[in-house]
């Protein structure tokens, strides 16, 4: 699994998890996951950035050894999180010697989480350099992106990047230098990672526009030798601005929410609205966080079960709410048979969405005229807003 170098001196030795199904017990991964690390060469030092997952830490040791590299001086910790910093004490054991280098924040929580000690600890502050002898690191910290101490380590002579999950993906691939199809990819991992903390993505790439960068590596997937591909999907899914697009996600018992689903999305397309729609009844969540990015409007289709949201609907509902889309609008179909309470358990969980909530539908027992005549008011509710906000003519 070795990896040819990004420049001279710079080479990639992290692990690929071709098999992995699930990250953090949460989020699918369809294509598998990768840990990038990446060995800095100076002339009188060595840096390891990040290491891997403890569990295919042994790729990470095979590669070291292909690499020849038989002392590493430095260990940079750009994030605390395992996938990233699980593998610190091995490599610490390995290379006698070796320096943690990371900040404050991220150094309190390897000592929590890996029980690394202060005395292999280097505490860095924003902005400061570490010298490997024609090799020169600068640590840019980029909070929240997406966690609280997370860095970034710039390469200053080879104009490198090393920006740990920021402007990552979960991709297990051959070559990881072939980043021309990164989009899909990418898009999904900022869905599940990024979406809920945009404001914070906007402010650091402002952060991180004083640097001419050639190269951005991050520590999942692919690493992008043309960044300006990738900083670019950032800028646009970061911002405010949403697409004339609607997303329409349910889960029906008996036909009647499905036919309901089935009918809007028709009256979506007829007054030229792009729909993406979803049977959630084994969906894939990454899909339609993904499609939630850019969306417009989220219309939430399912049936009042014991008093309450179907459940699997709920897990969407949830999941949606987490992630704090910048969707505009919002609305509910639903169907029940002696007491309908899962349009109040929508709006009670989506707290965290800023949307205007259109009126919902609801029937009782399966759709009649009246319920259809109610489903082409809300599409026509939906694309006025659309006109509205400027995204449909």
């Known amino acids: 699994m070795f990896e040819k170098k990004l420049a001279e001196n710079v080479i990639s030795v992290g692990a690929k998890h071709w098999d992995r199904k699930f990250f953090d017990e949460l989020i699918p991964l369809p294509d598998g996951t990768t840990y990038n690390s990446y060995i800095v060469r100076g002339t009188g030092k060595t840096a390891l950035i990040d290491t891997v997952e403890p569990a295919v830490m042994d790729q990470l040791f095979d590669n ?6 038989v002392k590493i001086d430095y260990i940079i910790a750009n994030h605390a999180e395992q996938d990233h910093s699980g593998s610190i004490p091995f490599v610490l054991k390995s290379y006698p010697g070796a320096k943690v280098v990371t900040n404050e924040k991220c150094a309190s929580m390897l000592k929590d989480f890996m029980l690394v000690k202060d005395e292999d600890l280097i505490i860095i502050k924003e ?67 990024m979406s809920p903390f945009r404001n ?28 300006e591909g990738i900083l670019n999907a950032y800028k646009e899914w970061s911002a405010e601005e949403v697409k004339n697009e609607a997303v329409v996600a349910y ?31 084994g969906a894939d969540i990454g899909e339609i966080a993904m499609q939630l990015v850019d969306a417009a409007t989220f219309v939430v289709g399912a049936p009042t079960v014991l ?8 897990n969407v509902v949830y999941t949606a709410n987490a992630l704090r889309p910048k969707t505009k609008f919002i609305s509910m179909i639903s169907s029940f048979s002696w007491g309908e309470k899962a349009t109040d358990a929508v ?28 489903l082409d008011r809300l599409a026509d509710d939906i694309a006025s807003k659309h006109r509205a906000i400027g995204i449909l003519k």
């Not at 970034?152 to 297990?172: M, N, P, R, V, Y």
């Open 64 to 69: 070291l050894k292909k690499a020849g590299v």
């Open 127 to 193: 902005g400061e350099t570490l010298e490997l002898g024609g090799k020169t690191l600068e640590f840019c910290f980029t909070p929240w992106v997406h966690w609280p101490e997370t860095m970034c380590t710039w390469l200053k002579e080879d104009s490198i990047l090393f920006s740990c999950d920021f402007f990552g993906s979960h991709a297990a691939t051959a070559d990881l230098f072939k980043a021309e199809h990164f989009y899909r990819q990418a898009k999904r991992y900022y869905a599940e990672i």
């Open 200 to 227: 914070n993505v906007r402010n650091n790439l402002v952060k991180l526009a004083k640097f001419e960068i050639k190269i951005i590596a991050p520590s999942h997937g692919y690493i992008h030798l043309k960044p």
């Open 251 to 281: 889960i029906s018992m008996h036909e009647s929410t499905k036919k309901m689903a089935e009918y809007l999305r028709e009256a979506l397309i007829d007054r030229g609205i792009d729909v993406h729609f979803f049977n959630i009844q």
């Open 307 to 314: 008093a309450g949201l179907h459940p699997v609907a709920m």
């Open 347 to 374: 709006k009670a969980a989506l707290t965290n969405f800023k949307a205007e909530l259109l009126a919902p539908v609801v029937s009782k027992g399966y759709p009649k005229e009246n319920e259809f005549r109610q």
